[in-house]
């Protein structure tokens, strides 16, 4: 006599997944709508999803906030409200991890932690080092991963050690502008113009500035220095934007790439210089993506092989998205790796992995999986 699951021991054997989005960067507004596409299009027969966001202030909350309704378009940007009753994970005597209120109530026990930050507090190896602690599996790359990934100076060093390309570029910490701000702005102003001016440690185009006079490059390294006190400063590379999704290899196995993605950004007549912000997430006019880009079939394959190599320049983990400019002289040039990019409906690395044939709802799924076969500690 054969037996069916019940409904009840087919939810009890889904793992527990928990979706952190929110958090203390700038790029709070990106995570809750990268959230909200996560929630909306995760195989509920696969996972429990359980979500929590993170206010501005770091304190987590569960179920005071629904984040499936979260937009970019409407009049104010979404964000998740301090907690009445803050919760955070607790360690077992078992091994186990669960989510708890800071008064005892428990919400259960959670299995892997999608985390949905980007920027600094999130994607920069804070968050990953605790769950490290912890024990707890999670989606993406690790401590040492994500803290080069998020600082655009030492991740272009990570590059260059591997044999990569990148373009010229000067880094001015703190205490290099407090204390001789004329020497920076020297050094930074004899790379090759245009400039662009990027806080060194944030995302989602958030403080940067093109400069396109000398006169300018003082008031772009303070709109930085608003997001970050160190800042790079790079020279403008002409060539065309092109981007590749990565994805981690199966027990052992090669990271995969995506077939190459570019944003074709509608210029002065959209009122966007560059692909900022607004091009990014607002205006869905300025923008779209040709996916695969237009490139010699050779130059794909060249192309999808420095995305691994960039992958693995940083021991990158998971996923990541790896931007590089395709120069007119046929030379590719990295410009940084994301290591926790975007998911909402207009992101890249969702929308290359679907054109290259992996869905949505299959690459989070995937993901997760490959969360759970990694696990943590030295690998």
């Known amino acids: 006599m054969t037996t069916t699951p019940t409904a009840a021991s087919e939810a009890a054997a889904r793992p527990r997944v928990l979706l952190l989005f929110g958090g203390r960067s700038s790029e709070h507004p990106i995570s809750c709508v990268t959230a909200a596409g996560v929630l909306q299009s995760a195989d509920a027969r696969r996972w429990d999803l359980v979500p929590v966001g993170v206010a501005r202030s770091g304190l987590w909350s569960h179920g005071e906030v629904d984040p499936t309704g979260f937009r970019l378009d409407g009049d104010a940007l979404p964000e998740v409200p301090e907690p009445e009753r803050p919760v955070g994970l607790r360690a077992l005597a078992d091994g186990g991890v669960e989510l708890a209120a800071e008064d005892g ?63 010229p570029w000067e880094t001015i910490t703190d205490r290099q502008w407090r204390q001789d701000p004329d020497a920076a702005l020297a050094r930074a102003g004899a790379l090759s113009y245009p400039l662009f001016v990027k806080p060194a440690r944030a995302g989602s185009s958030f403080g940067i500035t093109k400069v396109d006079a000398p006169e300018q490059l003082r008031a772009a390294v303070e709109e930085a220095r608003r997001f970050d006190p160190k800042v790079v400063v790079e020279a403008g590379i002409l060539g065309r934007e092109i981007e590749c999704a990565v994805l981690d290899g199966r027990a052992g196995a090669a990271p995969r790439a995506s077939l190459p993605g570019e944003i074709v950004v509608r210029g002065a007549e959209a009122g966007h210089q560059f692909y900022d912000f607004e091009a990014k997430y607002q205006d869905t006019a300025a923008a779209e993506l040709s996916c695969p880009a237009e490139l010699p079939q050779e130059e794909i394959e060249r192309l999808r092989a420095c995305a691994v190599r960039a992958f693995e320049a940083v021991d990158g983990a998971g996923l990541g998205r790896c931007d590089f400019f395709w120069t007119p002289d046929g030379r590719w040039v990295v410009n940084e790796i994301n290591t926790m990019p975007g998911f909402t409906p207009v992101s890249m690395y969702p929308a290359m992995w679907e054109r290259t044939g992996l869905a949505y709802p299959d690459l989070i799924s995937e993901l997760l999986e490959l969360a759970l076969e990694r696990g943590v500690g030295l690998h």
Do not use: I, N
């Open 105 to 167: 109530t428990c919400f259960g026990r959670v299995d892997v932690v999608f985390p949905l930050l980007h920027g600094p507090w999130g994607e920069d190896g804070t968050l990953q080092g605790m769950f490290e602690a912890l024990g707890l599996p999670y989606v993406g790359c690790g401590v040492l991963a994500s803290a080069v990934g998020m600082d655009k100076h030492f991740m272009k060093v990570a590059f260059q050690a591997a044999g990569l390309e990148v373009g």
